[in-house]
């Protein structure tokens, strides 16, 4: 096994959520393609539970693309994380994981302006998608808190 690197700690966050969206990114895809025929043969009972009631079947939707969404992100994480500790020397974590949760926010900040520019954004919809970037950027932060290590030396 190779000896972990020295890296600017910057470096080291942009690799880690680099490697973490790319997992997180390939699951979803891979549950999509696998998730879809399962979801099409629900069509008929879907489509009665929206008719039937609608805030229900909004409530559940909701749900489950938040259960979804922590599990692709924890496994994106714990996988990232792992992969960092064994390519780099991490000295100082808290600088790793403030550093890329940083980058998340800025990315979820431009994605907002985006959406607001492209008025994909209107009325109710504004506060929800300021609140959805926090929720998820304090998951991302809390799950990089529990998963990135400091690198331990040996000494002889």
Known sequence: MTEPKKAAYWNIAIIYLIIAGAIAYAINIIFTLFFLP???RLMPILFELITTNNKL??????????ALGVFVM???IKYSAKSISTLYFIDDKKR???LATLYVTILQI???ILKISRNKI?????LYSFIDPLIWTAIFYFLSRK???NTEVNKF
């Open 122 to 126: 209107t009325g109710f919809s504004i």
């Open 57 to 66: 079947f909004l409530f559940l939707t909701r749900l489950t693309v938040l």
């Open 74 to 76: 924890w496994l994106g």
């Open 147 to 149: 998963y990135i290590k």
């Open 38 to 40: 399962f979801f099409f």
């Open 110 to 112: 431009l994605s907002i």
């Open 96 to 98: 790793v994981i403030n």
